[in-house]
């Protein structure tokens, strides 16, 4: 092994010192699916009302892909090193879509008794839940009754608003 010498006056300041914390330089972990994150998040409307948000309180953790967090949600985060604060704004067509007019629909009075508990009173408002085929379920809004049927609406309630997901990663596992 060939050792080499400098004089004293060839060294600079930077190469006497040393980092303060040698984990430094260690690469730092990124969002990617599988993850546990912990993190605070606010979805907001673009007017800045709140939807959802963990800044007020604790944080949430959760894991990248097992349905905690919608999937368009999940794809903000992905790449996102631990520590980053990030704002994003979201179309409708980049969250829950377009308001379809066709997902606006009658039902009647008998379908609606059906999916009903005995004696169940609806107001103009409500989210009713309705069995789907094949065992599933999905809900709407009420939107007006008569005698025959009721107007409902079946559009995801934030579907066609432009949202605001706000995010910082505090740890990464």
Excluded: W
Excluded at 99 to 111: E, F, H
């Amino acid at each position: 092994m060939l050792l080499a010498r400098t004089s004293a006056s060839s060294l600079k300041m930077a190469d006497y010192f040393v980092p303060q914390n040698p984990m430094e330089n260690l690469p730092q972990p990124l969002v990617a699916p599988g993850a546990y994150l912990t993190l605070h998040y606010r979805l907001a409307s673009l007017d800045g009302n709140d939807i959802v948000t963990t800044f007020n309180g604790n944080p949430a953790t959760l894991q990248i892909g097992s349905g905690q967090l919608a999937p368009f949600l999940e794809q903000c985060l992905l790449g996102l090193p631990e520590g980053a604060e990030h704002s994003y704004t979201l179309t409708p067509e980049q969250s829950f879509g377009e308001r379809n007019p066709d997902l606006v629909q009658r039902v009647s009075r008998d379908t609606l008794s059906e999916n009903s508990q005995l004696g169940e009173e609806y107001k103009v408002g409500d989210v009713v839940e309705f069995a789907a085929p094949k065992g599933g379920r999905f809900a709407g809004v009420l939107l007006e009754m008569n005698d025959e049927d009721a107007l409902f609406d079946f559009n995801h309630p934030l579907s066609g608003q432009t949202l605001k997901f706000d995010v910082r990663i505090i740890g990464i596992l």
